[in-house]
């Protein structure tokens, strides 16, 4: 992470939060849902791709800088990009401004391919017009749905909305802070008082907090997607497994993750999240890391990327997708 955008993610934290809490407002700076939105004009991926090119039938893309376009070879749409979603451990997604409305970029750089492609989502095929190329337009709950996720809590995110303009988004603080996740903060903040640890939630509870964004299992059992499509949304994946439990929080988020600090976790580390509850470890290899057999990656078609799945489960090479 560069010095700027370290910066950013730390102005971006309340100030109060970081007075009281100086270690947890540092590491969080580091990680990849404090930096899931960034001003265009700051990302990394496009001050290193200064040139990004795709061509999707007629239609030909160009990413230079902030600058986006797309033609048909005889007329062309382009657009200054605003927002980019995501810092690219899997792929990177553009909000551009354009008559006064928000638009979702057709196409996302990806990083397995240091290119650009589809954006996971759009229609597949040839688009039926330069519009429709351009992009997808981001209607009120689309964009309450997307910036309440990737930056300051949907409230205040509904609240600029509703007023009609986008002046919300010149004072709006990139990446998911501490008030995304810790409900009542404000109130901590400006009257101390104790606030539940994450920790101390139940695992259906954590689920619910985390699904939030990430999908709880009944936003995916009432409205899909199904099959493979639902392989990144874990919290509901996780609930489909045989030793989800709803109050114990050993197979909760938080066994696994600490969402304080930036993803790393070894196989030791989760190895040691299985056997609080699995003590005698694997009998039927020596071979540790329990997670590479029984939650394995599947790669969601277009994403250019292997998704660990959270069902956890005995899991075969020619087993079909569980959903």
Known sequence: MTLVMAALALVAIDNQCVKCHPSQTKAHAGTLMAQTLDPASDTRILRDNPDLKLTLG????SIQGTQYSVTDGKNSIRATIHWAIGQGDAGQTYVFERD?????????YYKDIAGLGLTIGAPAGVPANLDEAAGRELVPNAVIECFGCHSAPRGPVAAGVRRGTLEWT???????????????????????STMPHLSELSSEEQSDLCGA???????????????????????????????????????????????????NQTPAK????????????????????????????????????????????????RDEYPD
């Open 58 to 61: 007629p239609y030909r893309y």
């Open 270 to 317: 989760l190895d040691a999240a299985c056997k609080s509850c699995h003590e005698m470890g694997c009998k039927t290899s020596a071979v540790e890391d329990c997670a590479s057999c029984h939650m394995p990656k599947v790669e969601l078609p277009g994403s250019h990327f292997r998704f660990t799945d959270h069902w956890i489960r005995i899991a075969r090479n």
């Open 170 to 192: 010149k004072t709006l603080a990139p990446g998911v802070q501490c008030a995304n996740c810790h409900k009542g903060a404000a109130q901590h903040a400006s009257k101390p």
């Open 100 to 108: 006064g409305k928000l638009y979702e970029s057709r196409v996302s």
């Open 213 to 263: 964004c990430h999908r709880t299992w009944a936003d995916i059992a009432a409205n899909g997607p199904r099959g493979v499509a639902n392989v990144r949304f874990q919290p509901y994946r996780i609930a489909r497994s045989k030793c989800y439990d709803a109050v114990d929080r050993r197979i909760g988020c938080t066994a696994c993750h600490n969402p304080h600090t930036r993803a």
